[in-house]
């Protein structure tokens, strides 16, 4: 498995992806500040991961692995979102 940092930087090019998609300057900057938002916490993950990996346990672990599934899942979802108003559940 890829680490912390790895995975972050992904999702920072994910969105970098969908800025380069999008037409209206609003949500170009949006996912933008989303991608630099992602490149600083793998930054953050780095220096982690360098002083004390023991820090993190296996449930905080597996919390943020969830909170990070819902916001990718976000991410994917709002180009529809912006173009519909309307968000499914």
Same mark, same amino acid.
């Given at each position: 498995?890829?680490?912390?940092? &790895?995975?972050?930087?992904?999702? /920072? &090019?994910?969105?970098? =992806?969908? /800025?380069?998609?999008?037409?209206?300057?609003?949500?170009?900057?949006?996912?933008?500040?989303? /991608?630099? =938002?992602? %490149?600083?916490? /793998?930054? =953050?993950?780095?220096?982690?991961?360098?002083?004390?990996? =023991? %820090? !993190? @346990?296996?449930?905080?672990?597996?919390?943020?692995?969830? *909170? !990070?599934?819902?916001?990718?899942?976000?991410?994917?979802?709002?180009?529809?979102?912006? @173009?519909? *108003?309307?968000?499914?559940?």
């Amino acid at each position: 498995m890829s680490s912390k940092s &790895e995975q972050y930087i992904a999702r /920072a &090019e994910k969105c970098q =992806q969908h /800025a380069d998609a999008m037409q209206s300057s609003g949500e170009k900057v949006l996912y933008q500040q989303m /991608a630099t =938002q992602w %490149l600083l916490l /793998a930054k =953050q993950a780095d220096g982690m991961d360098e002083r004390s990996p =023991q %820090l !993190l @346990t296996p449930l905080r672990h597996d919390a943020r692995a969830r *909170n !990070l599934d819902k916001i990718d899942r976000a991410v994917e979802l709002m180009p529809f979102c912006l @173009t519909k *108003n309307v968000c499914p559940a």
